[in-house]
C-alpha cells in the first residue's frame, strides 16, 4: 500500500509541475512533510478544473458530475483506483478536510458549465468555492489538527485565495471572454474594458493581498516560506497588470517570466533568512 500511494502522489505531483511553474516552486519550500498533501490538492482542483475548461468535444456535465460521485467514493471508501483521487483522499481522511469545502469547490466548477455573467452574489459564491475553499483545504494540512490555528487563520486564507482567483481573472480577460463567453466581475462589459472598471477591481484585490499577508506571517514555519512565494510571485503579477493598460489586459495575457519567479524566490529565501516575513 505504501508504494501504491506513493505513485500515486508523484502522479499529483507531475500534474502540478506541468500545470504550474509557480506553485511547483512554492511547493518545494514546504516541509517534506506538506509537500505531497498539497500536490494532491493541487491535483485534484487541476483536473477538476480541466474537465469544465478544456473538454469541449466531451459530455462536460456528465464528466463532472462522475468526477463529484467518484471523489465522494472515494473519500468514504479510502480507496481509489484514479491515482489523483487516491493521493486527494489519502490527504482529506488525515487532515480531517469537511466535504463541504470539497462539495463547494465542484459547485463552483458546475457554474463553469453554464454561468457566462455573474451578479454580485453569485461571483462572491463563486471565488469562494473556486478559490478560498482550496486554500482552507491547504490551512488544514498546515494547522495539523490545531482548530484554534486553523479558525484564526480561516479568513486570511479566504483574502488570499480571492486575491489569487481576482488576478487569474484579469489575466485571463482574454481567454474567458472570448474564447469560453464568461464574464466573471459584475457589472463589467469587457467590450469596453476601462481603466475606470480595472482601478475598481485593483483596489478590490489590494485589500485582500493586505489582510492575506497578516495570515502569512502567522502560518507556522514549515509553510510559511512556501505560501509568502506563491504570494510574491502573485504580487508581481499584480504589479505588472496594474502597470499595463485596461485595452491590452483586454487582449493579452500577462505573465511573470521563469526567469523572474527564479529572482523573486532568492529574495523571498533572504527576507526568510532575516526573519522579514
Known amino acids: 500500500m505504501d508504494l501504491y500511494n506513493e505513485t500515486c502522489f508523484e502522479c499529483s505531483k507531475i500534474i502540478t509541475q506541468k500545470y504550474s511553474t509557480s506553485f511547483s516552486l512554492g511547493i518545494k519550500a514546504f516541509d517534506r512533510k506538506f509537500q505531497y498533501p498539497i500536490y494532491a490538492i493541487y491535483g485534484f482542483v487541476r483536473y477538476a478544473d480541466e474537465i469544465v475548461d478544456t473538454f469541449h468535444d466531451k459530455d462536460k456535465a456528465r464528466l463532472i458530475i462522475q468526477f463529484r460521485k467518484d471523489t465522494k467514493a472515494a ?3 479510502q480507496i481509489s483506483l484514479n491515482p489523483v483521487l487516491q493521493s486527494f483522499q489519502e490527504v482529506v481522511n488525515k487532515y480531517q478536510i ?3 469545502l470539497i462539495d463547494a469547490f465542484l459547485t463552483s466548477m458546475e457554474m463553469d458549465l453554464e454561468k457566462t455573467s455573474y451578479t454580485d452574489e453569485s461571483y462572491k459564491t463563486y471565488i469562494y468555492g473556486s478559490a478560498e475553499v482550496v486554500g482552507l ?6 494547522c495539523e489538527g490545531d482548530e484554534s490555528l486553523y479558525q484564526q487563520l480561516l479568513p486570511k486564507a479566504r483574502s ?7 488576478i487569474n481573472f484579469l489575466r485571463d480577460i482574454k481567454a474567458d471572454f472570448e474564447e469560453r463567453g464568461r464574464t466573471y466581475f459584475p457589472k463589467v462589459d469587457f467590450t469596453q474594458f476601462s481603466e ?3 482601478k475598481q477591481i485593483e483596489i478590490d484585490i489590494k485589500a485582500d493581498f493586505d489582510d492575506a ?3 502569512i506571517k502567522q502560518l507556522p514555519t514549515g509553510s510559511k516560506l512556501g505560501v509568502y512565494i506563491a504570494y510574491i510571485y502573485y504580487l508581481q503579477l499584480f504589479k505588472k497588470i ?3 493598460p485596461a485595452t491590452t489586459i483586454a487582449h493579452k495575457r500577462i505573465r ?3 526567469t523572474q519567479k527564479l529572482f523573486l524566490m532568492a529574495q523571498a529565501l533572504v527576507k526568510s533568512k532575516l526573519n522579514f516575513v
Not at 160 to 166: D, I, M, T, V, Y
Open 160 to 166: 488570499l485565495g480571492s486575491a489569487f482567483q481576482k
Open 213 to 215: 499577508f497578516e495570515g
Open 137 to 142: 483545504m491547504c490551512l488544514r494540512v498546515f
Open 242 to 244: 496594474k502597470n499595463t
Open 75 to 77: 473519500i468514504d471508501d
Open 98 to 100: 469537511e466535504f463541504d
Open 196 to 198: 475606470n472598471d480595472k
Open 256 to 258: 511573470v517570466s521563469d
